[in-house]
Structures are given as C-alpha cells and as structure tokens.
C-alpha cells in the first residue's frame, strides 16, 4: 500500500467519524477530496520511473528500490535490466519530502474556497 494510499483510507476514516457526528456537509467534503485524490492516482500513477527516479522521489536508495523489486514486494514495470517503478506503487520513507528537505507543503484555502498547496521554505542555514 503506497503512502496515497494510507493517506486516502485515514481521510475515509475521519470522514466516517465526522459523519457519525452529524458533520455531513464537512464529512461530504473529506469524502470528494478522497475520489480527486484517487483519480489523480489513476491518471498519474501509470507514469513509469526508473530506480534514480524513484529514489529521489521516494526517500529510498535507488538499490533498496532494486532489492523491493527483487523480493516481489514492489513490482517491476521495466525489463530485468532496466526495472521501472510506477508512481502509483511507490512507497515514501517516513520523513521525507519528495520536493526536498527545505521545504514544507501547506495546504491553504482561498478566499474562493479552493485548497491550494503552498510550499514553505525554509533557510538551510
């Protein structure tokens, strides 16, 4: 199970809970954002990345990656030499921030209602 995808289910859970306290209209909400969050999974998660990809993206060492694959607990798209990983499939190490370790993702709503992602940087100094 893939990071989006604990993300998706621990939404579902707080939209249950929201709902059985008569949140209907937030739990509503919650639970649109959950099928966006699913349809961009199915749209962009056939996108194939080769190990160094996936490594940057994920947080593991692109031969972690290879050794996932060798023990069938991530699944090769690519050849035996040449292994590709979808972006569905990636697992992300706790801790890391694929966009880099300076930056923080907020999510912020606007005055129209949207939630935009907003990245903080912060200095490495």
Do not use: F
Not at 14 to 22: D, S
Not at 25 to 36: K, L, M, N, S, T
Not at 97 to 106: C, E, K, L, Y
């Amino acid at each position: 199970m893939s990071a989006l995808d604990r993300l998706i289910d621990r939404w579902r859970e707080h939209a249950a809970t929201l709902q059985a306290y008569g949140a209907t209209a937030v739990a509503q909400a919650v639970e649109r954002c959950c099928q966006d969050l699913e349809n961009v999974r199915h749209e962009d998660g056939s996108v194939l990345l080769s190990l160094n990809e996936a490594a940057r993206l994920s947080g593991y060492a692109p031969d972690t990656l290879g050794r996932m694959i060798r023990d069938g607990r991530l699944e090769n798209h690519g050849r035996r030499n040449a292994p590709r990983v979808r972006l569905a499939d990636l697992p992300l190490r706790v801790g890391h921030s694929p966009v880099g370790s300076t930056a923080r993702h907020r999510p912020t709503v606007k005055r129209d209602g949207d939630v935009h992602d907003t990245i903080d940087h912060q200095d490495a100094a």
